[in-house]
């Protein structure tokens, strides 16, 4: 082997390395998720909140399959504009069960919620549904990347 090949191979392998030890540094973030769901849902419940602080909780890529959704939102401005509908309904929720998938630089939660909403006739009433969330860092702060929900069919919570 040339002198050349060993350092072409050397540093090929550091930079395999480096990727790994740079994707290990990044793992054990399930706490730092929970955060970020839990600060989703917290600014949902806040009567306070407008739809831009919970469309500023995703990324500027983000994109959003809402359960009452009728399309894709997938900017800010038209993440927002699925929120100033839905905060009208006053949601308000709790994380049934999450299960997290850490990746490193991402991060998924899936799982199930339910939420209390107030219908058209000013009645309150519980929607079960179940989320997939894709988060990445941006910004400083892990932000979602993509947000999917679904209305619930029937799924029993262990």
């Not at 392998?13 to 970020?36: D, F, P, Q, S, T």
């Not at 999450?98 to 209390?116: V, W």
Request: aromatic share 12%; hydrophobic share 35%.
């Amino acid at each position: 082997m040339k002198t050349n090949d060993i350092i072409k191979y050397g540093l090929y392998g550091m930079g395999i390395y480096g990727v790994y030890i740079l994707m290990k540094a990044r793992k054990n973030n399930k706490r730092e998720i929970e955060i970020a769901l839990n600060r989703w849902m917290d600014t949902l419940c806040n009567p306070n909140s407008t739809s831009e602080d919970v469309a500023n909780l995703y990324a500027q890529d983000g994109v959003l399959l809402g359960t009452v959704a009728q399309r894709i939102y997938q900017t800010p401005s038209d993440i927002k504009l699925y929120f100033d509908e839905f905060l009208q309904l006053k949601p308000c929720g709790v994380f049934d069960e999450i299960i997290i998938k850490d990746y490193g630089m991402a991060a998924i939660a899936d799982g199930l919620y339910t939420f209390n909403i107030t219908n058209q006739e000013g009645e309150e009433e519980e929607v079960k549904a179940r989320f997939s969330y894709v988060f990445k860092e941006e910004d400083g702060m892990w932000k979602i990347s993509t947000h999917h929900s679904s209305s619930d069919p029937g799924f029993e919570v262990e």
